[in-house]
């Protein structure tokens, strides 16, 4: 949750944060004039904390002679869901390209580049999985990142 008192009136903060938000790709998915916007930013593809899927709502309160803008972020279910579907995918692989590696040693009939190709990339999927859990924690802490930086640019 990010907040920013700003010296404008509500609708005045409200009209320049959309004009704001659109400007920097940001699709309005529900809005209520002066009271709150609530905005899809990201690509489901995104691998940074400002490129992810998001929700941003931002919700406008009338603050002695300006306004106090609050904003909640949220990654959204399909990039979660895409991003477990890959770890998941990885487990499963992994596991499965070290028992050929155990498969083909044991047969004597396969070159030693061979046993060690599925060994080498089952390896580097499970240092796959670790690093992109490792980067998604990253992410899930600094998405608000876009929001504050968005909010920093209102006068």
Known sequence: MIERVVNLTPEKAYEELKNLLLGNNGKIVAEKQASSIKVE????WGVSPKGVKKIISFHFLPKDSGT??????????DWIILSALGYVIMGILSPLFWSYAIGLES???YETWAINYFRFT????????????????FI???KDS????TLRLLP
Not at 68 to 77: A, D, E, G, N, Q
Not at 128 to 134: E, F, H, L, Q, R
Not at 146 to 149: R, V
């Open 41 to 44: 930013q990201g690509s489901i």
């Open 68 to 77: 106090r803008i609050v904003s909640v972020s949220s990654l959204t279910s």
């Open 107 to 109: 047969s004597g009939l």
């Open 122 to 137: 089952s390896i580097l999927f499970v240092l796959a999985v670790i690093v992109g859990i490792t980067w998604d924690i």
């Open 140 to 142: 899930y802490a600094r």
């Open 146 to 149: 876009f929001a504050e930086d």
